[in-house]
């Protein structure tokens, strides 16, 4: 019996470790607890493993440097950064001023509503990289908007649910930060192989509200004429986006020669300060050339897209590492806040105390994780892994289904900092033995893991929802009507439609590896490619023959002969020449020949 359990100490501590978690226990230190149970027990039945159990009573002398690695990870360093930046935007209004203004400009449209708050939470993921940030902000800006005009309540609450998780999988997402450490990988490859299948993702979530606006329109209907107060001014705004069009062009071309691949950067930046400038000075002056809706749109929209630009514009062009994208974003959020008038004391201690508990929940868990491990590893709990998932049927394609289906039913349970922690790491090797490509493996991940948030009833987004969503009926500020509120139930059918499209793009982006390899850029055809090696003096011809031949020939020959040839029986060897360079140092001789 004791046999049997040293040789299947692997899965044994696997169940182990799900028994704690069902239990209840916290799992840094469930973790830890189990790393540290099944350390003591692996030892006393290593005798009995056959060779399956490496431990011993020395080997815990290597945890302080576990913990030291993790303490000193610089790449760990952009959570706290990206999540002070996020709280710090939350905290300033950005995402109330963006949802007034993108609602009025897709008011008149059927589920106009519903497409500014999937573009907003596209905008604050770009900007926060925090879930929670984002849908408890759209939760209490957007919802009563929503109900108060007649949307359908499960329709809203998967809306404002599902964009908030975007943040999850657009850069510059905590997840990818924390995937992109556990497989080894740059978070700036990271960022770049997710950039687009976020962008798909959003417009998947465009797609269900303008289908669900075709066929079931009363469920969202357009905000009516006196809810617009910004009154309609597109075609001045279509004008102001021509002109800008025409400058960043006219920039770019003047400043190609000179400037080369940045030029079209360049001349983007130039058009946009240059239109931001005209709306303020429109606005200001009160000139108003440009109708309210367009000076409001540019005057909101272009402070976060310059915010994304300086975080994500500076990793993608190699300016700025992750880590210090994540403090110049920092900088940029105290700096809109202090601009909007809403930064004092109170909001920077919140955000603070907001980021160190984030941090030190990141980090005991880490802690706990590099103690797992250390047991696990030496039970060689990644090997049965390892042959456990390559011997799925399938190949590449059922490996990663495979891990897909796990991840996605772990994700009712754990959420995406614990999956990243205890699954990523036994996944990874198994991965990269099948040639899987580790950067699009993540992204599938990411993808993956996003569901943790949406999944009935253990989704923390459909948490932070009800937390903010209305419990009892309440009298509308603006109409005066009384407000039946928001059941559990609605939250939860709400979100079933987004977790299936969620699964579509998990589906996607593994049937379309390249919306992810792009990160490599582009490939390069080696097949035509000939490579010439310069003539170099020696080398040429004659060099190599004059200066081995001479050298070897005259050197070497003139002691063993000419080359093939043997020295004549009983013949003497010829003394061999001196070599200039090669000579007895000062003061020595040669000793003399033995008679």
Same mark, same amino acid.
Request: aromatic share 10%; hydrophobic share 55%; net charge neutral.
């Given at each position: 019996?004791?046999?049997?359990?040293?040789?299947?100490?692997?899965?044994? $501590?696997?169940?182990?470790?799900?028994?704690?978690?069902?239990?209840?226990?916290?799992?840094?230190?469930?973790?830890?607890? &189990?790393?540290?149970?099944?350390?003591?027990?692996?030892?006393?039945?290593?005798?009995?493993?056959?060779?399956?159990? &490496?431990?011993?009573?020395?080997?815990?002398?290597?945890?302080?440097?576990?913990?030291?690695?993790?303490?000193?990870?610089?790449?760990?360093?952009? +959570?706290?950064?990206?999540?002070? /930046?996020?709280?710090?935007?939350?905290?300033?209004?950005?995402?109330?001023?963006?949802?007034?203004?993108?609602?009025?400009?897709?008011?008149?449209?059927?589920?106009?509503?519903?497409?500014?708050?999937?573009?907003?939470?596209?905008?604050?993921?770009?900007?926060?990289?925090?879930? #929670?940030?984002?849908?408890?902000?759209?939760?209490?800006?957007?919802?009563?908007?929503?109900?108060?005009?007649?949307?359908?309540?499960?329709?809203?609450?998967?809306?404002?649910?599902?964009?908030?998780?975007? #943040?999850?999988?657009?850069?510059?997402?905590?997840?990818?930060?924390?995937?992109?450490?556990?497989?080894?990988?740059?978070?700036?490859?990271?960022?770049?192989?997710?950039?687009?299948?976020?962008?798909?993702?959003?417009?998947?979530?465009?797609?269900?509200?303008?289908?669900?606006?075709?066929?079931?329109?009363?469920?969202?209907?357009?905000?009516?004429?006196?809810?617009?107060?910004?009154?309609?001014?597109?075609?001045?705004?279509?004008?102001?986006?021509?002109?800008?069009?025409?400058?960043?062009?006219?920039?770019?071309?003047?400043?190609?020669?000179?400037?080369?691949?940045?030029?079209?950067?360049?001349?983007?930046?130039?058009?946009?300060?240059?239109?931001?400038?005209?709306?303020?000075?429109?606005?200001?002056?009160?000139? &108003?050339? $440009?109708?309210?809706?367009?000076?409001?749109?540019?005057?909101?929209?272009?402070?976060?897209?310059?915010? +994304?630009?300086?975080?994500?514009?500076?990793?993608?062009?190699?300016?700025?590492?992750?880590?210090?994208?994540?403090? /110049?974003? #920092?900088?940029?959020?105290?700096?809109?806040?202090?601009?909007?008038?809403?930064?004092?004391?109170?909001?920077?201690?919140?955000?603070?105390?907001?980021?160190?508990?984030?941090? *030190?929940?990141?980090?005991?868990?880490?802690? =706990?994780?590099?103690?797992?491990?250390?047991?696990?590893?030496?039970? %060689?709990?990644?090997?049965?892994?390892?042959?456990?998932?390559?011997?799925?049927?399938?190949?590449?394609? =059922?490996?990663?289904?495979?891990?897909?289906?796990?991840?996605?039913?772990?994700?009712?349970?754990?959420?995406?900092?614990?999956?990243?922690?205890?699954?990523?790491?036994?996944?990874?090797?198994?991965?990269?033995?099948?040639?899987?490509?580790?950067?699009?493996?993540?992204?599938?991940?990411?993808? %993956?893991?996003?569901?943790?948030? $949406?999944?009935?009833?253990?989704?923390?987004?459909?948490?932070?929802?009800?937390?903010?969503?209305?419990?009892?009926?309440?009298?509308?500020?603006?109409?005066?009507?009384?407000?039946?509120?928001?059941?559990?139930?609605?939250?939860?059918?709400?979100?079933?439609?987004?977790?299936?499209?969620?699964?579509?793009?998990? *589906?996607?982006?593994?049937?379309?590896?390249?919306?992810?390899?792009?990160?490599?850029?582009?490939?390069?055809?080696?097949?035509?490619?000939?490579?010439?090696?310069?003539?170099?003096?020696?080398?040429?011809?004659?060099?190599? =023959?004059?200066?081995?031949?001479?050298?070897?020939?005259?050197?070497?020959?003139?002691?063993?002969?000419?080359?093939?040839?043997?020295?004549?029986?009983?013949?003497?060897? *010829?003394?061999?020449?001196?070599?200039?360079?090669?000579?007895?140092?000062?003061?020595?001789?040669?000793?003399?020949?033995? &008679?």
């Amino acid at each position: 019996m004791m046999e049997f359990i040293a040789q299947n100490m692997a899965p044994i $501590m696997f169940l182990s470790l799900i028994g704690f978690l069902l239990v209840g226990y916290p799992v840094a230190f469930a973790l830890a607890a &189990n790393g540290l149970l099944f350390f003591f027990i692996g030892v006393e039945l290593a005798p009995m493993s056959g060779g399956s159990i &490496n431990l011993s009573w020395p080997l815990l002398n290597a945890m302080p440097e576990r913990m030291w690695g993790v303490m000193s990870n610089e790449t760990l360093l952009a +959570i706290p950064f990206f999540t002070f /930046m996020g709280i710090l935007l939350e905290r300033s209004g950005m995402a109330e001023d963006l949802l007034d203004t993108i609602g009025q400009l897709f008011g008149p449209v059927r589920g106009g509503l519903a497409y500014a708050v999937i573009i907003v939470g596209a905008l604050l993921a770009a900007t926060t990289g925090v879930v #929670a940030a984002s849908v408890i902000a759209m939760g209490l800006i957007s919802l009563p908007i929503m109900l108060r005009y007649g949307y359908d309540r499960r329709i809203a609450s998967g809306v404002i649910a599902a964009s908030g998780t975007l #943040a999850q999988i657009i850069p510059p997402s905590l997840v990818l930060i924390v995937l992109a450490d556990q497989l080894g990988r740059s978070v700036g490859d990271m960022y770049k192989g997710a950039l687009i299948p976020g962008m798909v993702l959003t417009a998947l979530y465009m797609g269900y509200v303008f289908v669900m606006s075709v066929f079931r329109p009363a469920s969202m209907p357009a905000l009516p004429l006196e809810a617009r107060t910004l009154g309609n001014g597109v075609t001045s705004l279509a004008v102001a986006l021509a002109v800008c069009m025409a400058i960043g062009y006219g920039t770019h071309v003047w400043l190609a020669p000179t400037h080369g691949a940045n030029a079209d950067i360049l001349g983007a930046a130039a058009a946009v300060i240059f239109i931001y400038i005209v709306a303020l000075l429109d606005k200001g002056l009160k000139i &108003n050339a $440009m109708s309210r809706l367009a000076q409001q749109v540019i005057i909101v929209l272009i402070p976060p897209l310059a915010l +994304i630009f300086l975080v994500l514009g500076t990793i993608f062009l190699g300016i700025a590492t992750p880590t210090e994208g994540g403090a /110049m974003g #920092a900088v940029g959020a105290l700096f809109l806040a202090a601009v909007k008038g809403r930064l004092s004391l109170t909001v920077i201690t919140q955000a603070l105390a907001s980021t160190t508990r984030l941090s *030190a929940f990141v980090m005991f868990i880490l802690i =706990g994780a590099r103690v797992f491990s250390l047991t696990f590893y030496g039970v %060689n709990g990644h090997i049965w892994v390892e042959h456990l998932l390559t011997s799925l049927p399938g190949g590449e394609t =059922g490996f990663l289904i495979a891990v897909s289906v796990l991840v996605f039913f772990l994700a009712f349970f754990l959420d995406f900092f614990e999956l990243a922690f205890i699954i990523v790491p036994l996944l990874a090797p198994a991965a990269e033995s099948l040639g899987i490509d580790l950067i699009w493996f993540g992204v599938i991940l990411g993808v %993956n893991m996003q569901t943790s948030f $949406m999944h009935p009833p253990f989704g923390f987004a459909l948490f932070f929802l009800r937390s903010v969503a209305p419990k009892s009926p309440y009298v509308d500020k603006v109409t005066g009507i009384t407000m039946q509120p928001v059941t559990t139930a609605q939250i939860y059918w709400g979100a079933v439609p987004f977790v299936f499209i969620q699964i579509v793009m998990i *589906a996607v982006v593994i049937s379309f590896p390249q919306m992810v390899m792009h990160y490599k850029g582009p490939v390069i055809d080696t097949s035509n490619v000939t490579i010439t090696l310069p003539q170099m003096p020696g080398l040429g011809a004659g060099g190599l =023959g004059g200066g081995l031949g001479g050298g070897l020939g005259g050197g070497l020959g003139g002691g063993l002969g000419a080359p093939g040839a043997a020295p004549a029986p009983g013949a003497a060897p *010829a003394p061999a020449p001196a070599v200039p360079g090669l000579g007895l140092p000062p003061g020595l001789q040669a000793p003399a020949p033995a &008679n």
